[in-house]
């Protein structure tokens, strides 16, 4: 080795790791907010490839996939998604969930269109895929109200279910009742298991993304607003239940699970 060539000092090396590794789990940096945009955007998109898939597919080959397997694929999927990155970004993958997080003070409100944008995006996306793939419409994937039931019946099973499903997601946020990551196993069974029932009067959507995407796409709109109104009025209830149960949000390891940290030694973050 010439005399002219320097070693490097481990110390620094070392150094240098620990400065880059903190950088990146610094999710109170703004510049990392990229990250659970990104997040969020993937985790929407295989929500509604799965969601639409089953009933585009079906239309595809016919009776290939039966009521059961296409409404529990989606809470299955919901529940590797919270696995696998719920700690980048908290895996909300639904307007109204972000929504209920921001009205608890578990999430800045100033994230929030960001977080709605990418999963309208996400959600969007996964219908042009499955539409170019399968060569079907979308309108194959999406939500309606049952034949001979109104907008508003459908409506009010829409604000039902998501009351549930948020109270699901606040309450194993809030660790009240220990679950840690066990939460992804409580909320995809809560989707599985309100589609199994509910699924033929409202399609059991409670996302007002998993029903943008397959409609922006087929260029139809009609009783898109049955899953708008639905979802963030039953979110709005669940957020007032969770006051009723829990008392205030916007404790540390609810504002954790509902941005994310990615790793468990990370200072949990607060709302901004």
Do not use: C
Request: proline share 5%.
């Amino acid at each position: 080795m010439s005399p002219l060539q320097e070693v490097p000092r481990s110390g620094a090396s070392e150094h240098s790791e620990d400065d880059e590794r903190t950088r990146i789990e610094d999710f109170n940096d703004q510049r990392q907010e990229w990250r659970r945009l990104f997040a969020e955007f993937l985790g929407t998109f295989f929500l509604v490839l799965v969601a639409a898939g089953a009933g585009m597919m079906n239309d595809v080959f016919p009776d290939s996939i039966g009521r059961s397997a296409a409404v529990v694929a989606p809470g299955l999927m919901v529940m590797a998604i919270i696995l696998f990155m719920g700690k980048v970004s908290g895996a909300h993958l639904n307007p109204a969930v972000s929504f209920a997080f921001a009205l608890r003070g578990d999430f800045p409100w100033r994230r929030l269109p960001g977080y709605v944008v990418v999963q309208l995006i996400g959600a969007t996306l996964a219908a042009l895929f499955l539409h170019a793939v399968l060569n079907v419409s979308s309108l194959y994937g999406s939500n309606y109200p049952a034949n001979g039931f109104s907008g508003t019946a459908a409506m009010w099973m829409e604000i039902v279910l998501t009351l549930g499903l948020v109270s699901v997601i606040l309450g194993t946020a809030s660790g009240a009742q220990n679950v840690g990551v066990l939460g992804a196993f409580g909320v995809g069974g809560y989707i599985a298991l309100a589609g199994l029932w509910a699924s033929p009067l409202s399609g059991a959507s409670m996302n007002p993304a998993r029903t943008f995407g397959p409609d922006l796409v087929a260029t139809n709109f009609t009783d898109f607003w049955v899953y708008v109104v639905g979802p963030i009025v039953g979110a709005i209830a669940a957020v007032l239940f969770a006051q009723v149960l829990r008392g205030r949000g916007g404790r540390s390891v609810a504002v954790d699970a509902a941005q994310g940290t990615l790793d468990d030694d990370v200072v949990p973050n607060r709302a901004l």
